[in-house]
């Protein structure tokens, strides 16, 4: 089985960075023919497109973050700042401190100025930092990891000559029409390829799938827990890409990978979505929770 979806990452993201995502409002819509803005008073709207002129582009969707995942609590500039601002947070340390200081001042000192707490202090403390310094390198290489997992974007251009390639399958897109790329670099708005078996590596609208009907069976088990397989439904104005035989509809193609989705702002929410989706042909089709891909599913 497999799906094309549209990319929405900006939707999604884990808990946190959804929440942070829910104080910002993005009103502004570029509209694809002409490049205008213009004001929207409410929800959130991004272009999607697989023409290389507006992949490329940098303002195709301006307001959102991109699909980079990072984890890690340090970098190797402020380690050391943040780890010991955090350490001493922790009213142990802090009271170790205070004994240390009044130890070296003479006149309130039991040990004649000399602070006998400093070392047993230092040592549990740089203890504490080693490992800090160690989780979070460990972190940091489950980001590459995951940053670094390959994913399949489709690609068209403007001449005429996709329209002259023969039917191939959705399980083997052709080279000319896809782009092979990481995870990190899925932009908001990018038609991703999705094979079975393969995470997701953005939140994504379904817009095709192989199986009959435009159905897709996902796991949800990164994201909820539940190992069942619950089925998503593809659009019905964007499954006819895909052909009774699993074959491309080339000719069909171009009015389907380009428009604008409107949608909610980023929230926890993982079992409610409400959207719209409007292709450049015109077309609307609302947009629920059995349209969405979550990311980590698979």
């Known amino acids: 089985c497999t799906e094309m979806g549209v990319s929405a990452h900006a939707l999604g993201g884990s808990e946190d960075e959804r929440g942070s995502q829910e104080m910002s409002k993005f009103d502004i819509e570029r509209s694809i023919d002409g490049g205008r803005e213009v004001e929207n008073a409410a929800g959130r709207k991004l272009l999607f497109s697989a023409q290389p002129k507006l992949l490329e582009s940098s303002v195709m969707n301006?307001?959102?973050?991109?699909?980079?995942?990072?984890?890690?609590?340090?970098?190797?500039?402020?380690?050391?700042?943040?780890n010991l601002w955090e350490q001493f947070h922790r009213f142990a340390n802090v009271y170790f401190l205070g004994i240390a200081i009044l130890q070296i001042i003479p006149e309130v000192s039991l040990t004649n100025g000399v602070p006998t707490v400093m070392a047993p202090l230092i040592?549990?403390?740089?203890?504490?930092?080693?490992?800090?310094?160690?989780?979070?390198?460990?972190?940091?290489?489950?980001?590459?990891?995951?940053?670094?997992?390959?994913?399949?974007?489709?690609?068209?251009?403007?001449?005429?000559?996709?329209?002259?390639?023969?039917?191939?399958?959705?399980?083997?897109?052709?080279?000319?029409?896809?782009?092979?790329?990481?995870?990190?670099?899925?932009?908001?708005?990018?038609?991703?390829?999705?094979?079975?078996?393969?995470?997701?590596?953005?939140?994504v609208v379904l817009l095709a799938a192989s199986h009959s009907g435009g159905l897709a069976y996902v796991e949800t088990a990164n994201v909820d827990g539940e190992t069942n397989l619950k089925s998503k439904q593809a659009l019905g104005s964007t499954q006819v890409i895909r052909n009774e035989d699993d074959s491309v509809n080339v000719s069909q193609?171009?009015?389907?990978?380009?428009?604008?989705?409107?949608?909610?702002?980023?929230?926890?929410?993982?079992?409610?979505?409400?959207?719209?989706?409007?292709?450049?042909?015109?077309?609307?089709?609302?947009?629920?929770?059995?349209?969405?891909?979550?990311?980590?599913?698979?």
């Open 62 to 82: 301006p307001a959102f973050c991109d699909n980079m995942v990072v984890t890690t609590r340090y970098t190797k500039w402020n380690f050391l700042v943040k």
């Open 123 to 203: 040592f549990v403390m740089g203890l504490t930092c080693i490992r800090d310094a160690i989780e979070d390198h460990r972190r940091h290489k489950a980001d590459v990891a995951v940053n670094s997992s390959p994913a399949c974007v489709l690609s068209t251009v403007d001449d005429s000559s996709h329209l002259e390639v023969k039917e191939k399958g959705l399980s083997a897109i052709p080279a000319d029409l896809s782009v092979q790329t990481q995870w990190q670099n899925v932009l908001v708005g990018d038609i991703v390829v999705i094979s079975a078996d393969q995470p997701i590596p953005a939140d």
């Open 253 to 298: 193609l171009r009015d389907v990978v380009q428009g604008h989705v409107t949608c909610e702002d980023p929230n926890a929410r993982i079992h409610t979505f409400e959207g719209r989706i409007v292709l450049i042909n015109g077309e609307r089709e609302p947009l629920t929770a059995d349209n969405l891909l979550l990311r980590g599913s698979t």
